[in-house]
T-cell receptor, first 115, second 114 residues
Framework: AQKVTQAQTEISVVEKEDVTLDCVYE???????LFWYKQPPSGELVFLIRRNSFDEQNEISGRYSWNFQKSTSSFNFTITASQVVDSAVYFCALRPSGGSYIPTFGRGTSLIVHP | SAVISQKPSRDICQRGTSLTIQCQVDSQVTMMFWYRQQPGQSLTLIATANQGSEATYESGFVIDKFPISRPNLTFSTLTVSNMSPEDSSIYLCSVEDQAGETQYFGPGTRLLVL
């Protein structure tokens, strides 16, 4: 069975602050994918990143960075110098790289960035 | 990634009626997925739709309530039948990329049932 835990239900920050969204997962699969999606108030689910389980290199994309640590089963997401447009619900997801193609989603973290 | 559109984007419906949601993809895809997101909740998979075969429903979802069509490789519909207020949700269509690694989502349909 797979499980994704996003313990932070809601985070509130002031613009320009850095913020980290936590994601902890459980799986018995040896190879798997991890994802982050962003859901702004409009409702669309926007794909942000996919990480393969054998690639533990951290990734940076502009103000976004991801820290994948297999030893702690975590895949955390940091937004540097947050902006109001970053306000959204962020979902972490997990799926095995073979077999079932259905991702397991966490419950989401609502990020509110105040001006 | 594929470009996915959904119609309608939102609707307000009366209980007991049915609504059909359309999902159009700009490229041919083997599998299409329908998800439900109830208010303040995460995503729940309703069913997987393959072209040319009946949809596969997840536990808790049945064809009579959520009939799905998949007439070709770029289009699918989900009908929410005999609606009740509990069906108020965002309904999302999704497809996999060609490598079968990542699911991409449509803009969603916001449904409110009164």
């Amino acid at each position: 069975a797979q499980k994704v835990t996003q313990a932070q239900t809601e985070i509130s920050v002031v613009e320009k602050e850095d913020v980290t969204l936590d994601c902890v997962y459980e799986t018995r699969d040896t190879t798997y994918y991890l994802f982050w999606y962003k859901q702004p108030p409009s409702g669309e689910l926007v794909f942000l990143i996919r990480r393969n389980s054998f690639d533990e290199q951290n990734e940076i994309s502009g103000r976004y960075s991801w820290n994948f640590q297999k030893s702690t089963s975590s895949f955390n997401f940091t937004i540097t110098a947050s902006q109001v447009v970053d306000s959204a619900v962020y979902f972490c997801a997990l799926r095995p790289s073979g077999g079932s193609y259905i991702p397991t989603f966490g419950r989401g973290t609502s990020l509110i960035v105040h001006p | 990634s594929a470009v996915i559109s959904q119609k309608p984007s939102r609707d307000i419906c009366q209980r007991g009626t049915s609504l059909t949601i359309q999902c159009q993809v700009d490229s041919q895809v083997t599998m299409m997925f329908w998800y439900r997101q109830q208010p303040g909740q995460s995503l729940t998979l309703i069913a997987t739709a393959n072209q040319g075969s009946e949809a596969t429903y997840e536990s808790g979802f049945v064809i009579d309530k959520f009939p799905i069509s998949r007439p070709n490789l770029t289009f699918s519909t989900l009908t929410v039948s005999n609606m009740s207020p509990e069906d108020s949700s965002i309904y999302l269509c999704s497809v996999e990329d060609q490598a079968g690694e990542t699911q991409y989502f449509g803009p969603g349909t916001r449904l409110l049932v009164l």
